[in-house]
């Protein structure tokens, strides 16, 4: 059973930074895909960004230059560095991840594991 653990998040200012992870336990396949998605109040969950398998990137066109997603060496652990972060990036982000192939991964029902969610509060 796969579990995602997530970290990082809190409070910033506009324009500043902060570090999102999501710890992977357990077994996960070679093929491994993990995404990150937002959900604001009153929202519907918005995808934020995504890596794949083999390390390919696919951010969405709200965060794109802004927000970049990696993976730890070991490929277990996903990072969203958010950078000049503004008061609309402010929501409960999600990390997730799932084993399949050739689905979008900008769905989130396409993802098998979440993590427990993490705030993040962006003042102007």
């Known amino acids: 059973q796969v579990q995602l653990v997530q970290s990082g998040g809190g409070l910033a200012q506009a324009g500043g930074s902060l570090r999102l992870s999501c710890a992977a336990s357990?077994?996960?396949?070679?093929?491994?895909?993990m995404g990150w998605f937002r959900q604001a109040p009153g929202k519907e969950r918005e995808y934020v960004a995504s890596?794949?398998?083999?390390?390919?990137?696919y951010p969405a066109e709200s965060v794109k230059g802004r927000f970049t997603v990696s993976r730890g060496q070991d490929k277990n652990t996903m990072h969203l560095q958010m950078d000049s972060l503004k008061p609309e990036d402010t929501a409960v982000y999600y990390c997730?991840?799932?084993?399949?192939?050739?689905?979008?991964?900008?769905?989130?029902?396409?993802?098998?594991?979440w993590g427990q969610g993490t705030q993040v509060t962006v003042s102007s």
């Open positions: 997730a991840g799932t084993d399949r192939t050739g689905i979008g991964l900008g769905i989130a029902n396409n993802y098998q594991h």
């Open positions: 357990g077994q996960t396949s070679g093929t491994y895909s």
């Open positions: 890596i794949t398998w083999t390390g390919t990137t």
